[in-house]
């Protein structure tokens, strides 16, 4: 992420945390994230550093005037910034429609737990994934597919999310796909998500003296999504965005083989 961006996206950010937020306000900006993404003529007006602020204020005015006063404030933002380059405007979109639903969900909704239970459905599925995954498949029948899947078992919250980044993957697995939304989902929550594999089920007592301890490391509070895989027999593997510490007995062993082999 370029420094433009930083400074784009956090202006746009601020505009967000000052505006009554709904789901329709992120389900809009996701929609608008759609939309520039898959229209270059678009992307390259709102993202051009050269053109009138008021311009580009005017083409937000013209398509999404109907929208929430919300998201129409953090558009026109997003267009009077300047980002770095033109899909990163987009990435923006994404992040503030994700920030803007994850605001938008009741607070006995847990989006990150539901993320996590359905990159793990996914991941255990070959046919599944394919079918999510596959540049093959069209938006639209990648979003009935989340639909038909989460529709029943997860928040509307969790639906429109995934819904959005399978329609418009840019270039991500799944896997990824799921932990960029956690990790700012988190963020908006002001918390951050550690992903633990073990070789096998660890108490709460322990998982709470690990979420506190990793907490305090971070200097920020975090919460737990525990992954079993015997394949690393021992140990833990910890993962907090892109931070991974790998204390799993399976590494050491690789570790030592590679040792050897010199």
Do not use: C
């Amino acid at each position: 992420m370029g420094s433009a961006t930083r400074e784009a996206l956090a202006s746009a950010v601020a505009t967000l945390g000052a505006q009554k937020v709904d789901l329709a306000t992120g389900e809009q900006l996701l929609s608008v994230a759609r939309l520039v993404g898959g229209s270059a003529s678009l992307r390259a007006a709102l993202a051009d550093d050269s053109a009138d602020d008021a311009d580009k204020r005017n083409i937000v005015g013209r398509l999404f005037g109907s929208y929430t006063p919300a998201a129409k404030a953090v558009l026109e933002t997003v267009v009077s910034g300047r980002w770095s380059n033109e899909d990163e405007l987009v990435a923006g979109l994404e992040e503030l429609g994700i920030r803007a639903i994850a605001e938008s969900a009741p607070k006995t909704v847990s989006i990150e737990s539901e993320l996590f239970e359905f990159e793990r459905a996914v991941n255990s599925d070959a046919e599944l994934e394919l079918a999510v995954g596959s540049k093959l498949g069209t938006a639209e029948a990648k979003a009935s597919l989340v639909e038909s899947l989460l529709g029943a078992k997860a928040s509307k919250q969790t639906v429109e999310i995934v819904s959005q980044l399978v329609q418009q993957p840019r270039g991500r697995r799944i896997g990824e796909l799921m932990r960029f939304a956690t990790t700012i989902v988190a963020h908006q929550a002001g918390h951050s998500v550690a992903t633990v594999t073990a070789a096998a089920p660890i108490a709460p007592a322990q998982l709470k003296r690990l979420a506190d301890g990793l907490g305090k490391q971070y200097g920020r509070e975090l919460s737990i999504n525990l992954v079993l895989d015997p394949a690393i027999i021992g140990g833990l593997r910890i993962q907090i965005g892109d931070d991974v510490i790998d204390g799993s007995i399976a590494s050491r062993l690789n570790d030592l083989r590679l040792q050897l082999a010199r």
